[in-house]
């Protein structure tokens, strides 16, 4: 998988776009209470349509995080954690 070129191009620009910066950010506690929280939305994001994206999302961006001990991922994942929550919130009145 990791041979053929479709993957690596997006591997390339992920490498180029991640470092280790903001770390203060990246402690495991924040991101592991906000995973959990996110987990436990899921099933009310199912509700609201096309929501579930924004939840994979912001898990991808705190796994990117986490890896390359990136704080302003981890900060776009609670940022993106926060949008997805509160529309589906308002979504669900």
Same mark, same amino acid.
């Given at each position: ?23 203060? #950010? ?11 929280? #996110? ?47 509160? #529309? ?6």
């Amino acid at each position: 998988m990791t041979g053929s070129q479709w993957v690596r191009r997006p591997a390339r620009w992920i490498d180029a776009v991640l470092r280790q910066r903001l770390e203060v #950010l990246v402690g495991q506690y924040p991101i592991a209470v906000a995973s959990t929280v #996110l987990g436990l939305a899921m099933p009310l994001t199912e509700l609201v349509p096309l929501s579930g994206i924004g939840v994979g999302t912001g898990f991808m961006a705190f796994g990117l995080a986490l890896v390359a001990r990136d704080g302003l991922m981890a900060l776009c994942g609670f940022l993106i954690s926060g949008v997805t929550l509160t #529309l589906a919130i308002v979504g669900m009145k």
